[in-house]
């Protein structure tokens, strides 16, 4: 499997974004709902026992569903600076690990002699044997570095799914009680309008957060994989005790 592509800042910039318009749409939510609840205030003397009754019971449902979301963007927030710690670092065992230490790979088994091309005998099988040991060391140390990068990119991509759903629906609810605050602007129209964004905002949170979970349980295999973390740095086969082979250690 191939390393990441691009750069870290090609994947933090648009999670970040995500973020971004998270909070502005939360605002315009609350904003709306504010709103609507002073225009409900204003003309309660008007609309009766029955009109509240609907006003009500959409009021309650628009908040439950501001409720539930403003649960994940809880979460989301907690973990958006460690999400992008982890995207830096998977591009950093790749820059910074990988690709120097794969530029070993020929360089440790090339005589720096031409003439060493002609050696024999017990000493040279001795040296040909070591500087396979170390070219396998080399190549062990580039596919370990290769699958943590992959493995911490896996679990920080999760995240930027996460945060671009999470987004799409705020974004969603923001757009839902905006229509609300414009529909309710006569006394007769504030009934159908609550109730209309009580039922919308109520299938749009349950329909999202159906695919936020979905998004979730790949993150949990994601991280359910540390075992095969686990074996691929407890392999030692090229790495004798977990260390560098002796020919480099003196």
């Known amino acids: 499997m191939a390393p990441p592509a691009g750069s870290a800042t090609e994947f933090t910039e648009p999670f970040n ?65 460690p999400v992008v710690s982890l995207m830096y670092i998977s591009f950093q065992w790749v820059d910074q690990v990988r690709t120097p230490v794969s530029e070993l790979s020929f360089p440790c088994t090339k005589p720096q002699n031409e003439n060493l ?65 414009v529909d309710a602007a006569g006394v007769i129209s504030i009934p159908w309008a609550i109730d209309t964004l009580g039922s919308a905002v109520g299938d749009l949170v349950t329909k999202g957060l159906n695919i936020l979970v979905n998004i979730g349980q790949r993150l949990v295999e994601a991280l359910g994989n ?17 260390r560098w082979p002796e020919a480099v250690r003196g």
Request: with cysteine; hydrophobic share 45%.
């Open 17 to 81: 974004k995500s973020f971004d318009q998270i909070n502005e749409g939360i605002k315009k939510c609350i904003d709306a709902f504010n709103g609507l609840v002073s225009k409900v205030k204003k003309w309660a003397w008007l609309l009766g026992p029955v009109a509240l009754w609907f006003i009500k019971r959409g009021l309650d449902r628009a908040r439950q569903a501001l409720q539930d979301i403003m649960a994940k963007i809880k979460y989301a927030l907690e973990h958006q600076t």
């Open 117 to 181: 091309y002609k050696w024999t005998g017990d000493a040279a099988s001795s040296y040909n044997a070591k500087a396979g040991q170390q070219k396998g060391a080399v190549d062990d140390c580039v596919a370990k570095s290769e699958f943590i990068s992959q493995w911490l990119f896996k679990i920080a991509k999760s995240n930027v799914d996460f945060a671009a759903k999470l987004a799409e629906i705020v974004t969603g609810l923001a757009g839902k009680f905006a229509q609300a605050l």
């Open 226 to 242: 540390v075992r095969d973390l686990t074996s691929q740095a407890g392999d030692h086969s090229k790495l004798p005790s977990g």
